[in-house]
Antibody, heavy 114, light 112 residues
């Protein structure tokens, strides 16, 4: 069974940093690109980043470019999202998703508030 | 950036009715490889989104054949024939042709 499990969310102050993790199982993680997608409370979905299977290419939404970094460790079947200079507008549920969208995690909640 | 405009914003249906959702793109979604990377997702209340349709018209494994995706270029449609209770939620189109990738704003399917 394909499974993605996010962790690392929490309540942080504006300007601080946080690192999310997403552990994959049930498929060959090293063969697939991976996305981070977020959803602010009561809002729609926002794509924020993609990393190729071999980390050769990374793409970001303008809203997070320069502040967030997507990375992966294929030896640990783990995807990461390092978030710096957090703002209140980054408050959201953060989902990792397998490329082609056929598997999503349950989400990690991030709240940025003073 | 590519803007995906979904209409309607909300759709009230009676069980057994047909529902139709439009997704219009500000640019053609046909990629240089000839494929069109337009996907449809359903997010049920309290759940993560789930893939319904990929590459415009291909149903993901296990998706009932009452879900039909169609379209090309900039105009796409998701039709749901014979709406059932488990079809209720918010539908999103998503394009993975142009960087940055983008979602439509969503269409809420609810009971009349």
């Amino acid at each position: 069974e394909v499974q993605l499990v996010e962790s690392g969310g929490g309540l942080v102050k504006p300007g601080s940093s946080l690192k999310l993790s997403c552990v994959a199982s049930g498929f060959t993680f090293s063969s697939y690109g991976m996305h981070w997608i977020r959803q602010a409370p009561k809002k729609g979905l926002e794509w924020i980043a993609l990393i190729y299977y071999d980390s050769s290419n990374k793409y970001y939404a303008d809203s997070v470019k320069g502040r967030f970094t997507i990375s992966r460790d294929n030896s640990k079947n783990t995807l990461y999202l390092e978030m710096n200079s957090l703002r209140s507008e980054d408050t959201a549920m953060y989902y990792c998703a397998k490329n082609q969208g056929d598997a999503w995690g349950q989400g990690a909640s991030v709240t940025v508030s003073s | 950036d590519v803007v995906l405009t979904q209409t309607p914003v909300s759709l009230s249906v009676t069980l057994g009715d047909q529902a139709s959702i439009s997704c219009r793109s500000s640019q053609s979604l046909e990629y240089s490889d000839g494929y069109t990377y337009l996907e449809w997702y359903l997010q049920k209340p309290g759940q993560s989104p789930q893939l319904l349709i990929y590459e415009v018209s291909n149903r993901f494994s296990g998706v009932p054949d009452r879900f039909i995706g169609s379209g090309s270029g900039t105009d796409f449609t998701l039709k749901i024939s014979r709406v059932e209770p488990e079809d209720l939620g918010v539908y999103y189109c998503f394009q993975a042709t142009h960087d940055p990738y983008t979602f439509g704003a969503g269409t809420k399917l609810e009971l009349k």
